[in-house]
C-alpha cells in the first residue's frame, strides 16, 4: 500500500508552484497518492500540462470554492499487471 501525501500551493507563486509540484511529483513512490490545493487557474494549467506529459499517473482536477482540488495517484506495479 502507498504513501498519501498533502500539498498546499494556495499561498506560493507560479513558478515556484510549479517547481515544488514537480519535485513532489518525482519523490512519489509507486502507489503513493497526493493531494494538492491549488487557487491560481492559471497555475492549474500548467499543473494540468504537466500531469498529461507524464506516463503512470492518474489524476483528477475539481474546482471547490475558490481552490482547485488534484488528486494525483503514481501507478502501482499491480495497475500495470491488470492491464496486461
Known sequence: MGGHHQLHLE???????????????????????????????????????????LPGLIYNIEKIGETFRILVAKKSLDDDDARS
Do not use: K
Open 11 to 53: 499561498d506560493l507563486p507560479w513558478p515556484l508552484s510549479v517547481l515544488n509540484f514537480n519535485q513532489a511529483l518525482d519523490a512519489m513512490q509507486s502507489g503513493d497518492d497526493m493531494q494538492v490545493t491549488v487557487r491560481d487557474p492559471d497555475v492549474v494549467g500548467n499543473l494540468r500540462q504537466l500531469l498529461g506529459s
